[in-house]
């Protein structure tokens, strides 16, 4: 693949993850601009482009991808997309940054990686939490030994459901598995099995019981699961996104030998080790645009100055995780579809 000192991106699907979260990276950071976007309504293309400062914009991908000023894309639309956007991206002869979780199920990713391995053209996906401070100091504390060797990892992730006074059509994407794969435990859950993939090494087994105890979408909104990391770390986590208020917590903890560590994956509070020396409490500020660092190691790659820590290989992994917590829901419905 060739080279380039600046590149040019063009982003599929300028949504609200891309106003801030994402989007203003790719013209901010060194040796990338930002020069076309696509959206399928046309007035909101071009009203991202104005307000951004981006040159072109389009309402059809194709046009965007075979754009001969475009480098490379980042694919930021829901997941029912990914693959087929990815796909005709590399096909083109272009790299790719793909929103998480990568795709809807883990058979769409090995068809994305199939393409890549057959043309060349990289691919990534934007789990970011591998760049960010606080985690990236997580990482550091585990492989100094500040809590011994690790034993045990659980997570806690319990939040209110925001859909209860909804009718489905007024409800997020999230929450219909034919969009996104699942329900808010793939959009959410991906975030903490793909770190932990980056803390402690890739899942080997995995089990769990998914349920929908509330009835308010299609999807699965409570799901509790065990498994194991290659590192022979195990892991055991709960997840229910129709809890009350008063049960909201939002949980990682790592226990080694010689101590803990607590951090939260989503809200913003510190990281917290609890060992023989007492309870140390530690701060972190994030990038402003929070998927800036990630961004950066992806271009950095492209220009050959770098590596990416989130790949696509590594984003496959944790999609796999992920199909197999919910197969139990999900499985008796499509055999009888």
């Avoid at 229910?240 to 939260?264: Q, R």
């Avoid at 820590?309 to 919910?326: I, K, P, Q």
């Amino acid at each position: 693949m060739k080279q380039l000192n600046t590149i040019r991106w063009g982003i599929i699907g300028v949504g609200d993850v891309t106003e801030k979260k994402s989007g203003p990276a790719f013209y901010k950071i060194e040796h990338s601009r930002l020069v076309a976007v696509m959206r399928r309504n046309a007035e909101k293309a071009a009203d991202y482009a104005h307000r951004h400062n981006v040159q072109k914009w389009f309402s059809d991908a194709s046009e965007l991808i075979n754009d001969p000023e475009v480098d490379a894309v980042y694919i930021a639309t829901p997941p029912d997309s990914h693959a087929r956007y990815a796909i005709e991206t590399m096909r083109a002869g272009k790299p790719v940054y793909v929103e998480k979780p990568m795709a809807r199920n883990y058979s769409e990713c090995l068809e994305m990686l199939k393409v890549s391995e057959e043309t060349g053209m990289p691919i990534w996906t934007a789990y970011y939490r591998r760049t960010l401070p606080a985690f990236l100091k997580v990482k550091e504390l585990i492989e100094s030994d500040a809590i011994g060797k690790p034993l045990l990892v659980n997570i806690k992730l319990h939040k209110p459901a925001t859909e209860k006074s909804s009718k489905p059509e007024e409800m997020n994407w999230h929450v219909f598995p034919e969009i996104s794969g699942g329900g808010h435990f793939f959009d959410l859950a991906s975030h903490q099995f793909d770190y932990l993939d980056f803390l402690l090494g890739p899942v080997k087994e995995v089990s769990g019981i998914a349920s929908n105890m509330a009835g308010l979408y299609p999807a699965e909104d409570t799901v509790v699961g065990t498994w194991k990391h290659e590192s022979g770390v195990t892991g055991s986590g709960s997840w229910c996104f129709v809890c009350d208020e008063s049960s909201e917590k939002d949980e990682i903890t790592i226990t080694g030998e010689k101590g803990t560590i607590v951090f939260p994956c989503f809200t913003h509070g510190n990281v917290k080790i609890n060992s023989n020396d007492g309870i140390v409490e530690m701060g972190f500020s994030n990038p402003e645009h929070i998927s800036q660092n990630l961004v950066q190691q992806v271009v950095d790659e492209l220009r050959g100055t770098g590596k990416c820590v989130s790949t696509g290989v590594s984003g496959a992994r944790t999609s796999r995780v992920l199909d197999e917590m919910v197969k139990n829901y999900y499985e008796p419905h499509r055999s009888n579809s």
